[in-house]
């Protein structure tokens, strides 16, 4: 079992920056990949990026450019840099782990961007 908790989410203006984390509970070393989505009100869940074991990386168009997932595997913990922010990246933002076959995922972040 891998517990997911997310953290960083608030309100920033547009063109303001955030940086989410999310824990787990135990090591990641054999979670592979961990993923960020995004619901926003009204929405389904889209992904937004995926990093994995090996460190690739891979992002939604929509965030390209602006975001950057990283993991830091000492800490058990991965990122979600976000720069450029837009109202339309208000979301709730969740973590996502893959664990040999079995997913996880966290309680989700808030984030608003709004002046």
């Known amino acids: 079992q891998v517990q997911l908790v997310e953290s960083g989410g608030g309100l920033v203006q547009p063109g303001g920056s955030l940086r989410l984390s999310c824990a787990a509970s135990?090591?990641?070393?054999?979670?592979?990949?961990m993923k960020w989505y995004r619901q926003a009100p009204g929405k389904e869940r889209e992904w937004v990026a995926t990093v994995s074991n090996s460190g690739y990386t891979n992002y939604a168009h929509s965030v390209k450019g602006r975001f950057t997932i990283s993991r830091d595997n000492a800490k058990n913990t991965v990122y979600l840099q976000m720069n450029g922010l837009k109202p339309e990246d208000t979301a709730v933002y969740y973590c996502?782990?893959?664990?040999?076959?079995?997913?996880?995922w966290g309680q989700g972040t808030q984030v608003t961007v709004s002046s």
């Open positions: 996502y782990a893959n664990q040999v076959g079995d997913v996880y």
């Open positions: 135990g090591s990641i070393l054999s979670i592979n990949p």
